[in-house]
């Protein structure tokens, strides 16, 4: 058993993190000691490892609490993961897109001031102060 800081430490994250995934109801409800301290296992741990994995992966909580509700139900068909984690990668590859569009739109502004000139005379700041 283990106290939120050290579970933390193990995890890599903020004590604030842990505490947050538990308001959020990612996290199971942790034994308390005597003195009313939360004490975690490595359950606790493993699933928060879990937890930050799928977040580093940019997984909404939504998409999280799903994969981890079959992930507490191992025996059931992994096909709904799999369309979770499709379209996943629909909205990456969406972001992406956009992403390439604002740095064509980004280039496309720095060319509108290509040398050191007075404010007022600066292309970017023109351009974007220019209707739509």
Known sequence: MMQIGELAKRAACLVQTVRFYETEGLLPEPARSEGNFRLYDDVHLQRLIFIRRCRAKDM????????LSFRDRPALDCGDVNALVDSHIAQVRAK??????????????????????????????????EPA
């Open 96 to 129: 992406i897109k956009d992403l390439r569009e604002l740095e064509r739109e980004l280039i496309d502004l720095r060319r509108s001031c290509d040398s050191a000139r007075t404010a007022r005379e600066c292309g970017i700041l023109n351009r974007l102060a």
């Open 60 to 67: 909404a909580l939504d998409e999280i609490r799903q994969l």
